[in-house]
Each structure stands twice: as structure tokens, then as C-alpha cells.
């Protein structure tokens, strides 16, 4: 549960002083009614309690600071708790308009049953005697007053005045007080206050050792809840419950003596035990911020044992739980009855809550108790299990009564998304991905032609009992793709695949693994044909499991050490060339590459990456895009990165059998998709669509239509007509020049002549809108090198044309180059005659910025074009080139004018 952070001190009202614990504030309820300052708490009409207000204390100390509270907030009062005998002015009232006597010796009983209470939580360090007595003081004050007016007319009438270590304590006649209070107290720090109590009742003894907590320092004990039923909740940075559905329901822990009024006098929790210093000091064992998987004993707390509760501090939050047995025991006795079984077990309890004061029980069932003012089942029961909002979990191992054994499990890798690959999981020959989510689910992400992951289907639940789950391929020798998780106690489970993306029942193949900081399962790394697993410790060892082919391990062998240099292992299979290997992200972001020697050892390693720090899961070992090379995905982006047999891809192959198409070029979004698409022409005449699929590859081709071999040239020209859809431009060899219309879904309206005497120029191009009027427009490249810019005019014409260059003719390929260096305007692309390739950048206004040379050996192509930044799906502009073989190859544009290692988005 998240504590109001802002200024807790100053939402309350409450200001906390140097001179021990003291609290201030002007007369009101304890917790504010629900409003801006304190959004979370609410009183239950009718709920049997006792009002109360802290007023200025007898001493005008400085104020502490924020930093003082947010310490308390974090280590609790951390004082040597309350010493000595707090001598009380007993008084029986009588009031103008009733008379009636009140017992004085049951007064004074009500005194002492408090002061032995107190003496038990203070292991006998703070008392209560009666130093003087009032009987039947006769009041002017009346039954109908407040009873604020009340304790202020008698308290003048008195004259008392508090000083450290003094009480006054008032009873009057009525049934009840103002408000049908129960009671009244006013703190005034240094132990001292004031008690209003109204006629002796079964309440009394409880009201009157609740309102002198509250002396102690304390504020109520409360309790958490929440429509939803969660067990737990943090608040956003206004304070507000994340949940909206919960709320502090005041006095709502009615296992504690600052809960609801009753009968009974319950021990004061944990939780408050410690914020005020109670007891000897050793009662409560503090664990410290909790980690790994750790189990405690806890005592009966109502007993006298030391370190018989727990506390621990939440490894994300912060924040601040107890854990302690409730069962009939000291003040607890009246746990024995039948109706409080229930209550009986291990109850969590909170720091703070509506104050840094406060207590909140987080129960089994945080959904509003249909008790009217008592809840019922306050204790967790053996085989049951808290979790904290941030996801630390508290399981109850057993529960007697005399003892409870709980497990705290603060392995934060429980909520941490992995990602991996077992291979084919699905049975379709592709290699497939999956997820553990954060909320424990298990999402696979099937393997689809063309680079491509299908959607995420979820084919299990219940996964996040595990710190570690990885793919290990064929693990059990039935040909079908396994998983192995690990619990965290150390227990390592097998998940048998099935082939068809499911699970055969699992088996229990391991014990004693927490140990291992990581485990990846690389394949068959001895080279004896089963699949292995790899384990690395804290001390840098890494382990080899050899597997044994039928699900369980042969002996390990030590096969290195330094391993702890890196923060992340996994599988490479042939990544880094040869037998099945490592990937080892180190601490400064490098990517290494440890290329496996086929025996159970390594060959030399190599960087081949810097800058994956922020890759998350590195997923390895597969061959995800069907080139029969191993690829690497980053497991938080979920980019993939081809290999090519010894590192990553500078270029990568995406089709074969182009060599049929005399041109291919960029088309743009043709189909409407929001994804490039590609358009090739035939030897033939025919004219296709290859729509790419947004991850480098393309969905099944789409015949456009047939004699298109009558044409000498024909580009995509964007949106050369001003309707929103993108065109065609052709030219016969007349020289006549065709505009094509499409209808934005791939297919062609009537065709329109735009101009005429084209025939002059070797090459035509479409750069966009390269003038930078917001128009497409075309440029020409003459046989004598000169380049003309034909700025369109937006509606299917032209503007009036213009030179703007020359010595083209040195080039024997020249085409549109998108925006390859990532300023926002159109570029050009040339190839000169000994295959270097060069940017002619723009310069927004129909020119050329100086040129970058960009590389060599293109002249290996036939026909190449750049297709923009939509066709990899990572938002780099993309190159495509028929090489002789007819084998078409994509390469990767930086998006800053140079080229880098092919990225795709499987998604």
C-alpha cells in the first residue's frame, strides 16, 4: 500500500517536534474526513470509536523538517519508547442538566486495566496511577454540549494545565459523547493529555487504553479496502490510490487496540509496536530489504518471545510490512473463541497508511467487510499467499498455535518479461518466439515467411512463479521443441513441447539451480547430439549441463570463468561461424560473440556490437529469417538483426529469380497499407506489385497489368496529380509521357498524357517533392550530363523547367534516393561507372548539397532502387538491388547518409 508521500505531516495537520514524538494540530477528527489533503481515508458511520485530537504540546520546540518525517516515514520513531508512571487527575463529573453519579471506583478500575495494559506492551517501562481524585465535580457544562465543549469547561473549571508524564481523565454521566463517541482524548506530547469518558461500560477499558496510545504518539489502525479485492495498492503522485476502487477504512483493523471500539483490549500491532518504541527492543526481527526467497518463524505475537514477528522492507517500494501470528495468547487471549478463527494466523500489517502514525492491515479479502464494524477474517491461513503491489510475495508455509513458518520471495526476475526461442515451437518449420510476461503470462509469437512474427496467441498462464525460463530446442529427443523454467527456490522444470505450440505434462528435472545467475540452453554445445544447458555463477564460472537426450543431465563440467563480466547470456547457435555458441552482452553495452569449438569449449570471441544495453532480452540461436543463418532479436525493441554465417548482415537476401524483371523500382505505399511496396517489370511486358509486408518481405505479388515493355522508362512519381493517391509516370519511345492515376489500393484509373519530346533524355527519376513547394516533381538526365528539374504543379502538369547540373553523364545509373540522410529533404542516389555508389544530398530548394561517397562493388547490380523507410519497418530508409545471379538483396540505410548492418521488425 502506498503511504501519502506529499507531506504526510502537513496533510494531517500533523507536525512532528525535536523533544521526542509530538504531535500538533488544530481541533479536529484524527483523520481528516475524505478531501484534496487526505483523498484516501473514510469512516464507516456507526463504527464504536473514540474521537481524538492532538493539541500543542506544554513545550514550543522547533519543528522538524520534511527529511525528518520521510525518516520516520522510513525507520519509525526509532526512539527508546515511553519510561515511567503518568500520574492521572481522576475526576467524576457531574453536568448542569445531569446529575447522575458516576462509580469512581469503576473510574479507577478503567485506570488501572489501562495501566496494566500498558505496562504488558512496554515490558512494564510505562505505567498509569491515579495521583489525585474529583469526585462528583459539578460542571456547568451540559449533556448537549460537544465534547470539546465539554472537556474545555471542565478542564477551566479544574484549572489543569498538562505538564510531561500527567493526564487528566473525565467521566460524565451520559451514555455516550457528542457524535456517539465513545470517548474523547486530546494529546499534548511528552505523554500528557486528556480523556473524556462517558458513563462506565464494557468499552470503557478498551477506549481508555486506546486513547492513551494515542498519548504514546500513535495514530488508528486501519484497513485496507478495495472494491477489485487487491491485496495490496500504491498511489500515483498526487497521493491517490493507483486503484480507485480502494480506500483506508478508518479504525478497521479490529485486531488492535487503535481499531474499533470493544470490548476487548486486542495487543497493539507490530507495525505501531515499533514506530513507538514498545516493548524491549527485541520483539521484532528486522530482515532488512527483502531478496531472494527467504523463510522466518514467526511466535505467537501476543506472547513474550523475542524477534517472534518479521519485518521487512519491499525491494521496489521501499515501504514497509510486518508479519506477525496472531493466536490466543496474553492480551490475544480472546482469540480462543470459535467466532475469532478467522483471526487467528499471521497477520500483514502495514506502516503508515493515513498518517506516518498509522497502521493498515492488509487482509485475505480487502473487498468492504459486510461485517457491520468487525471484520472476521483478519489473519492469512497456511497455503495461502500476499503478494505486494509491486509483486514481492508472502506465502504461509504453516500455521499452529504455537508457531507460523511464511516464505518471503522478493526475486524481482518473477515480474520480468523474457523473451527466447525454442525453435520451431509451432510445428510449421519456423522458427518461433515467446514471451513471459510481466502478469505471468506466456505469449508465442509464430514464425511467419518473410521475416515476420504472427500476433501474439497466449498459450499459458501462471508463468511468473519462475525467475528463469528459457527454449532448449529438443531437449527429450521426440522431435518436438522444449522449456525449461526454474523456480525460485531452485527447482528446475521441464515443459515438454507437444509440436502443435502446447505443453505435455511437465516433469521436475532439477534441484538446488538458484544458485546460477543465468542459464541460456545454446543447443548441443558437446557436440554429442543432445541439447545442453549452459549455467554461469556469481563468481564468474560458467557450467556445462550436458543433456542426455531424454530430459535430464549428464555430469557438469566447469568450461570458464569471468563469465560475470557480462550482465546477459545467450544462445548464438552458428552466429559467430562454426558450432553452437554464446552471445555475451557486457556491462559497458558490447555485444561478443563466443563461437562454440563443437567439444564443450570456445573458440576466440569476437565483439561484433556496441550499445546493446538497451536491447533487453537478447534472443539467439535461430534462424529467423530463413536464410539458413543464425539471427539475433532484441528482446525490448523486438528489431531483428540478421546474421550472415560470422556476424551481423551488411545486406541481406529477400527473394531470387529477379533477374526475369528488366527494372525494379520503388513504389511507394501502392496498396494503401502504410507499408513500401516494390514494382517490377518483366522481360515480358508484365507489370507486378510485390507489397511488402512491413519487415523487409513482401506478401504473395500482384499482377498490375501487361505491355508495359512498350515503355523506355516508368517511375512511381508519388502524388503527381494532387489527389492523394500515388502515380505512375511512363514514356514511350516517342517519346510521350503517360501519367497513370491509381486509385490508392493498387489499381489504375484512365491513363493522361502529360507531355510530349521526352525522348531526349537517357534517365528518368521521381525524387519527390525536390523543388521544396510541397509538389512531386520529375527530373531528366540528358546524354550530354546535364539535369533538369520538372517541377510539378501539383494537378498533374509542370511548372517551368530548369538545369541544375552538369557531368551526370558519368554515372551509368541515377535514381531517387528518398530521404537517405535523414534532414527532411530528397536526396539522389548515383552509380558511376566503377560501381561506387554516391548521396547527392538536397538542399530543400531544387539543388545539390556536397556529395558522400557511400561505397563500392554496385555495379554487381542490374537494378536497384531506394524504397524509403517504411519497407523494414524500423524507420531506416532501405536500399533493394538486383545482383546477376537474380538474387534481390535489401540493405539498411543509418537515416544519417551512410549504411549499417540490416535491422527488421518482425512485428
Known amino acids: 500500500m502506498g503511504v501519502l508521500r506529499r507531506s504526510i505531516a502537513l496533510s494531517t495537520g500533523l507536525v512532528v517536534f525535536a523533544t521526542g514524538l509530538f504531535f500538533v494540530q488544530a481541533p479536529a477528527t484524527a483523520v481528516p474526513l475524505p478531501g484534496p489533503d487526505n483523498p484516501n481515508v473514510q469512516f464507516v458511520e456507526g463504527t464504536p470509536h473514540s474521537e481524538h485530537t492532538f493539541e500543542t504540546p506544554p513545550v514550543d520546540n522547533a519543528p522538524k523538517g520534511q527529511a525528518d518525517v520521510d525518516s520516520l516515514l522510513r525507520d519509525g520513531a526509532l526512539a527508546a519508547g515511553p519510561g515511567g508512571d503518568i500520574r492521572v487527575r481522576l475526576v467524576t463529573a457531574k453536568l448542569a442538566d445531569n446529575t447522575n453519579p458516576v462509580s469512581m471506583a469503576g473510574a479507577e478500575q478503567a485506570v488501572a486495566a489501562t495501566s496494566s495494559y500498558w505496562k504488558a506492551m512496554t515490558a512494564n517501562k510505562l505505567s498509569m496511577s491515579v495521583a489525585s481524585k474529583v469526585a462528583g465535580h459539578q460542571s456547568k457544562a451540559k449533556s448537549t454540549d460537544s465534547y470539546s465543549t465539554i472537556m474545555s469547561t471542565i478542564t477551566s473549571e479544574l484549572k489543569w494545565s498538562a505538564s510531561p508524564y500527567t493526564a487528566l481523565v473525565i467521566f460524565v454521566p451520559t451514555a455516550t459523547l457528542s457524535g456517539n463517541a465513545l470517548g474523547a482524548g486530546y494529546s499534548s506530547g511528552s505523554y500528557s493529555g486528556r480523556v473524556l469518558m462517558p458513563q462506565i461500560s464494557n468499552f470503557s477499558n478498551n477506549v481508555m487504553s486506546h486513547e492513551f496510545g494515542h498519548v504514546i504518539g500513535l495514530m488508528h489502525a486501519d484497513a485496507l479496502q478495495c472494491r477489485s479485492g487487491a491485496s495490496d495498492v500504491g ?42 518504541g514498545l516493548g524491549r527492543g527485541d520483539e521484532i526481527r528486522d530482515v532488512g530489504v527483502a531478496s531472494g526467497v527467504k523463510s522466518y518463524t514467526l511466535k505467537p505475537w501476543g506472547g513474550t518471545e523475542a524477534q517472534r514477528a518479521i519485518k521487512f522492507t519491499d525491494p521496489i ?14 492480551y490475544d487471549n480472546y482469540l480462543s473463541a470459535s467466532t475469532q478463527s478467522g483471526n487467528r494466523g499471521v497477520k500483514i500489517v502495514q506502516r503508515g497508511g493515513a498518517t506516518i502514525a498509522s497502521s493498515l492491515i492488509l487482509m485475505p479479502s480487502t473487498v468492504p467487510f459486510s461485517e457491520p464494524y468487525y471484520a472476521k477474517n483478519h489473519a492469512w491461513q497456511a497455503g495461502s499467499t500476499f503478494t505486494t503491489y509491486t509483486g514481492t510475495k508472502v506465502t504461509i508455509n504453516s500455521v499452529s498455535s504455537t508457531s507460523a513458518t511464511v516464505t518471503i520471495n522478493a526475486d524481482p526476475k ?44 497466449r498459450i499459458g498462464s501462471g508463468w511468473d512463479i519462475f525467475n528463469a525460463v528459457l527454449g532448449t530446442s529438443d ?119 563466443y563461437p562454440g569449438d563443437g567439444e564443450g569449449g570456445f573458440l576466440p570471441r569476437a565483439a561484433v556490437g ?16 530463413g536464410d539458413q543463418r543464425a539471427d539475433v532479436l532484441a528482446g525490448a525493441s523486438m528489431i ?16 531470387t529469380g529477379w533477374n526475369q524483371f528488366s527494372q525494379v523500382w520503388e513504389a511507394g505505399d501502392f496498396d494503401g497499407d502504410a507499408v513500401a511496396d516494390i514494382l517490377a517489370r518483366g522481360t515480358n511486358g508484365v507489370l507486378w506489385l510485390y507489397p511488402g509486408n512491413g519487415s523487409g518481405g513482401f506478401l504473395p505479388r500482384v499482377q498490375l497489368g501487361t505491355g508495359w515493355n512498350v515503355f523506355t522508362a516508368v517511375l512511381s512519381a508519388g502524388d503527381f496529380d494532387g489527389d492523394k493517391h500515388p502515380d505512375l509516370v511512363a514514356r514511350s519511345s516517342d517519346g510521350t509521357l503517360w501519367l497513370y492515376p491509381t486509385d490508392g489500393k493498387g489499381q489504375f484509373l484512365a491513363r493522361k498524357q502529360i ?16 523543388s521544396g513547394d510541397g509538389r512531386a516533381d520529375i527530373l531528366a538526365r540528358a546524354a550530354d550530363g546535364s539535369m533538369w528539374l520538372y517541377p ?47 548521396l547527392y544530398p538536397g538542399n530543400g530548394s531544387g539543388g545539390f548539397l556536397a556529395r558522400q561517397y557511400l561505397g563500392s562493388g554496385w555495379n554487381m547490380f542490374t537494378t536497384f532502387a531506394a524504397i524509403g523507410n517504411a519497407f523494414t519497418g524500423t524507420g531506416d530508409p532501405s536500399l533493394v538491388g538486383v545482383a546477376g545471379d537474380g538474387t534481390l538483396l535489401t540493405y539498411s540505410g543509418t537515416g544519417r547518409g551512410a549504411f549499417k548492418p540490416v535491422a527488421l521488425n518482425p512485428r
Open 235 to 276: 498511489v500515483d503522485s498526487n497521493g491517490r490510490f493507483t486503484d480507485s476502487s480502494c480506500y483506508i477504512r478508518e479504525y478497521g483493523d479490529t485486531t488492535d487496540i487503535m481499531g474499533a471500539a470493544q470490548y476487548t483490549s486486542p495487543v497493539v500491532s507490530s507495525t505501531l509496536w515499533d514506530f513507538a
Open 317 to 330: 517500494s521501499r515501504e514497509v510490512y510486518y508479519l506477525e501470528l496472531r493466536q490466543p495468547a496474553g
Open 414 to 457: 518473477l515480474k520480468t518479461r523474457m523473451r527466447f526461442s525454442a525453435g520451431d515451437f509451432d510445428g510449421d518449420k519456423l522458427a518461433d518466439v515467446i514471451s513471459r510476461e510481466a502478469d505471468g503470462s506466456l505469449l508465442l509469437f509464430a514464425g511467419l515467411p518473410g521475416n515476420r512474427l504472427e500476433d501474439s496467441v
Open 475 to 593: 531437449f527429450t529427443g521426440d522431435g518436438f521443441a522444449d522449456i525449461v523454467a526454474r523456480s525460485s527456490d531452485g527447482a528446475l522444470w521441464l515443459y515438454p513441447g507437444n509440436g502443435k505450440g502446447g505443453f505435455l505434462p511437465r516433469s521436475q528435472v532439477g534441484i538446488g539451480w538458484q544458485g546460477f545467475t543465468q542459464l541460456v540452453a545454446p543447443g548441443d554445445f558437446n557436440g554429442d547430439g543432445r541439447a545442453d544447458v549452459i549455467a554461469s555463477d556469481p563468481d564468474g564460472r560458467l557450467w556445462l549441463y550436458p543433456g542426455n537426450g531424454s530430459g535430464g543431465f549428464l555430469a557438469r563440467a566447469m568450461i570458464g570463468q569471468g563469465w560475470d563480466s557480462f550482465n546477459s547470456l545467450a544462445p548464438a547457435g552458428s552466429f559467430g561461424g562454426g558450432p553452437v555458441g554464446l552471445l555475451a552482452r557486457a556491462n559497458d553495452g558490447t555485444l561478443f560473440v
Open 610 to 625: 556496441s550499445g546493446w544495453n538497451g536491447a533487453g532480452d537478447i534472443v539467439g540461436g535461430q534462424d529467423l529469417t
Open 640 to 655: 531483428l538483426y540478421p546474421g550472415d554465417g560470422a556476424g551481423f548482415a551488411d545486406r541481406l537476401a529477400i527473394g
Open 755 to 770: 507531355g510530349t519530346g521526352w525522348q531526349g533524355f537517357t534517365e528518368l527519376l521521381a525524387p519527390g517533392d525536390f
Open 792 to 838: 510539378g504543379n501539383g494537378a498533374g502538369g509542370f511548372q517551368p523547367w530548369r538545369q541544375i547540373g552538369t557531368g551526370w553523364n558519368i554515372f551509368n545509373a541515377v535514381m531517387q534516393g528518398s530521404d537517405f540522410n535523414g534532414d527532411g529533404r530528397e536526396d539522389v542516389l548515383a552509380r558511376g561507372t566503377d560501381g561506387a555508389l554516391w
